[in-house]
């Protein structure tokens, strides 16, 4: 599946309009960084959430008070 950052990221690279690309090499490197940081985030998030909270029956701490 391709996340509609990347997708845009890779539409406009291959823009039909040269004034539409993207202008250097590093603009589109750092918008498909962007975009692949935008799913990492997205997908952790996700998975954190699911994930058993410490003290109730799940995970323990790595330190005890």
């Known amino acids: ?4 950052p990347t997708s ?3 539409t406009r690279a291959m823009a ?3 004034a539409d ?3 250097t ?7 498909l960084t962007s975009a692949r940081s935008q799913y990492l985030v997205a ?7 699911r994930a058993p909270q410490a003290g109730k029956g799940g995970l ?6």
């Open 43 to 49: 997908h952790y998030m996700g998975q954190r959430q």
């Open 1 to 4: 599946e391709i996340t509609k």
């Open 21 to 23: 690309r993207f202008q």
């Open 16 to 18: 039909k309009n040269p």
């Open 60 to 65: 323990k701490g790595w330190f005890k008070r």
């Open 25 to 31: 090499y590093d603009e589109f490197v750092m918008a």
């Open 8 to 10: 845009e990221a890779i």
